[in-house]
């Protein structure tokens, strides 16, 4: 009940514009040239969820500032990147972007006035509260319908009242913190953070594909599905036991760009699965004394 109130409560302030707070000062030792790109990345999350969010990008960032193997362009990669995933687009994002173009002036006229998007089922009950999504989505699998069902949803600014609707939705952006699909993200943004570190310790030459491995994830829906699919298959075939020291890879950048290659050529996951047991069938047939440290 305490976290409904609390809901309740911001959800009141983000419908009566109550300001969020500050945004968060840059991480200290901030490299000049990357000061750009993570104040990008802090205005984005405030726009998108507020400075408390904002806070945890910034200190998301400061666990490679300073790092010896880390130089402002990695740096700013990696807040880049950081900050597209954390602003990912649910059906609140969606309609948050919709009001900023009417607020910018731009009005589009007939059929352009409506976006028109595909979400799977799980993916619009994940965006609910996790004490109420829960029960959904259980009783959505149990008849069969969380892997099939899709649900159009209409974006629209041709009416008054099309307007209207998008202010509730985006005014629900503080349940986000709450949702199902909220805390997949924090998990998997934790883990991509972390396999980078792992990249630096071990085989820095490999971190600048680990990095870029967050494009693999993008928008909505089945795509977003898959390319989160993906990107997992990689790491837990190929950098993960590389990390471990179980799988002498000894160039791993060029392992997971070949990997990537087949996913991005070959969608789901059949190939990408295949591709990722003969790199690691190769790597294991190199002899010890051959194979990287």
């Known amino acids: 009940m305490e976290s409904v ?8 302030a983000d419908v009566i514009g109550v300001d969020d707070g500050e945004p ?8 000049d040239a990357a000061v750009p790109a993570v104040s990008d990345g802090i205005h984005l999350l405030m726009e998108y969820q507020g400075a408390s969010y904002a806070q945890l990008y910034v ?3 400061k666990r490679f500032v300073r790092r010896s193997n880390v130089d402002a362009g990695m740096l700013s990669q990696i807040a880049q990147l950081l900050a597209a995933r954390m602003a990912y687009e649910d059906p609140i994002r969606i309609a948050q972007l919709r009001l900023i173009s009417l607020d910018m002036g731009k009005r589009p ?4 006035s409506d976006d028109v998007r595909r979400f799977r089922l799980d993916e619009l009950i994940g965006a609910l509260p ?6 959904l989505l259980a009783a959505f699998e149990q008849i069969g319908w969380l892997g099939r069902r899709r649900v159009k949803v209409r974006f629209s600014v041709r009416s008054r009242l099309a307007i209207r609707r998008l202010k509730l939705m985006a005014g629900l952006r503080r349940w986000r913190l709450q949702s199902v699909r909220y805390g997949e993200e924090r998990a998997w943004a934790e883990r991509w953070l972390h396999m980078i570190a792992r990249a630096l310790d071990k085989q820095p030459a490999a971190a600048p594909a680990v990095i870029a491995t967050a494009t693999m994830i993008q928008g909505q829906g089945d795509g977003y599905r898959q390319g989160l699919a993906d990107w997992h298959a990689i790491i837990d075939g190929l950098a993960k036991p ?22 991005l050529a070959e969608p789901g996951q059949g190939a990408l699965k295949r591709t990722i047991a003969q790199i690691r069938a190769r790597a294991l047939s190199v002899p010890k004394t051959n194979a990287a440290e």
């Open 24 to 31: 968060p000062f840059l991480p200290q030792g901030l490299p």
């Open 59 to 61: 200190d998301r960032i």
């Open 242 to 263: 590389t990390f471990d020291g179980v799988l002498p890879i000894s160039d791993l950048a060029s392992a997971i760009a070949e990997a990537r290659a087949v996913a």
């Open 5 to 12: 109130r609390s809901s309740l409560r911001y959800l009141f």
């Open 130 to 135: 996790q004490a109420v999504a829960e029960s």
């Open 109 to 112: 006229e007939g059929r352009e």
